[in-house]
């Protein structure tokens, strides 16, 4: 006898998956540093030199001296002329004492006299540096006042944004029982 038989198949069900990988997306915007700039200041100031030229000295070697000056002169000339005169004056009183040495004393003192040249000199000494050159240079400060720059930055937060990644599952196979009979018919009794 044949005894009918029931065959079951199963299957499991198989699940896929299809996933998208979340994105960052990070952006940074430049910052601004708006720079602004003072320039540095040179200050200079100078005092006037000064050139003094003293030039008295070298007129006066020419006979152009000023007026207090030449009436010196004249008066120191005559104060020495009057007393060379009267040194030769006293020689000539001893030259003339001595007539005991002979000759003719009188008529030689007439002479010299008639003979002399007796200058008086107006004029200064004549010199190679009869003009006196000061030259007393100026005086020179000098300031700087460095540059200075100053930032004032504008900082920009960065942008960030988060596209999250999907999943998707979806069925490749569905599950199943598939039952089948063999031999006889099911219906008999046994």
């Not at 998208?20 to 200050?43: A, C, F, M, V």
């Not at 089948?180 to 018919?185: E, L, V």
Request: charged share 25%.
């Amino acid at each position: 006898m044949q005894i009918p038989r029931i065959q079951i198949q199963q299957g499991f069900s198989r699940i896929a998956l299809e996933t998208t990988k979340g994105q960052w997306s990070i952006e940074q915007p430049r910052p601004s540093l708006n720079l602004h700039q003072e320039p540095g200041k040179l200050e200079m100031e100078r005092s006037q030199a000064v050139l003094e030229v003293d030039a008295r000295k070298a007129w006066s070697a020419l006979g152009k001296a000023n007026f207090d000056e030449f009436t010196d002169r004249i008066a120191q000339g005559s104060l020495q002329s009057s007393l060379q005169n009267i040194a030769e004056i006293a020689q000539a009183g001893d030259r003339m004492m001595a007539f005991h040495e002979g000759g003719n004393a009188f008529a030689d003192i007439a002479r010299q006299n008639t003979l002399k040249d007796r200058p008086m000199e107006f004029r200064g000494e004549p010199n190679y540096d009869n003009v006196d050159v000061t030259f007393t240079p100026g005086a020179l400060s000098i300031n700087y006042l460095p540059a200075k720059v100053t930032a004032d930055p504008i900082i920009r937060k960065p942008v960030v944004d988060y596209y999250p990644g999907k999943v998707n599952p979806y069925i490749v196979q569905k599950n199943y029982i598939f039952m089948t009979a063999t031999g006889r018919s099911l219906d008999e009794v046994v």
